[in-house]
Nanobody, 133 residues
Framework: QVRLMESGGGSVEAGKSLRLSCEAS????????AGWFRQVPGKEREGVAA???????????YYADSVMGRFTVSRDSAGNTLYLQMNVLEPEDTAMYYC???????????????????????WGQGTQVTASS
C-alpha cells in the first residue's frame, strides 16, 4: 500500500522560506514523475512543481510560472523523500500543499500533463502553508 505524508508547513512572514518534505512508504520517488500541488478553498488544485523519473543522466524539473525562480523541487538519493524548497514566499503562496506521485496513467497528449492533478495516482493528505504580509 502506497502512503505519502507531507510535513514542513507553517506560518511565516512574506519574504521568508519554508521547506516541505514528503515521505513515501510502499513507493520509491524516481520510478515515475512526482510533483507538488496546492489548493485554496474555492479554487481548483494547481500544479506547482514536478520532477522527472531518475535516469542515468539527470532529472528534469518543471514549475508553474508563479513560482519559477523561487521554488525548487528535489528528492533524496534513496528515493524515499520528495522536497519543495520555497523561498521569498508571498501571501499568494498561502494554500494547502500536496505531494503526488506516479503518472503511469497520464494523458501524454496534454502538453502540461506534468503539472495536472489528474495525471497523478497517489496523493498525500496535505500540509498548510501561510505567508502573511
Amino acid at each position: 500500500q502506497v502512503r505519502l505524508m507531507e510535513s514542513g508547513g507553517g506560518s511565516v512572514e512574506a519574504g521568508k522560506s519554508l521547506r516541505l518534505s514528503c515521505e513515501a512508504s510502499g513507493y520509491t520517488f524516481g520510478d515515475s514523475y512526482a510533483g507538488w500541488f496546492r489548493q485554496v478553498p474555492g479554487k481548483e488544485r494547481e500544479g506547482v512543481a514536478a520532477i522527472s523519473p531518475r535516469s542515468s543522466t539527470s532529472s528534469y524539473t518543471y514549475y508553474a510560472d508563479s513560482v519559477m525562480g523561487r521554488f525548487t523541487v528535489s528528492r533524496d538519493s534513496a528515493g524515499n523523500t520528495l522536497y519543495l524548497q520555497m523561498n521569498v514566499l508571498e501571501p499568494e503562496d498561502t494554500a494547502m500543499y500536496y505531494c503526488a506521485a506516479d503518472t503511469s496513467s497520464a494523458n501524454l497528449n496534454d502538453n502540461k500533463w506534468r503539472l495536472r492533478p489528474s495525471s497523478y495516482k497517489y496523493w498525500g493528505q496535505g500540509t498548510q502553508v501561510t505567508a502573511s504580509s
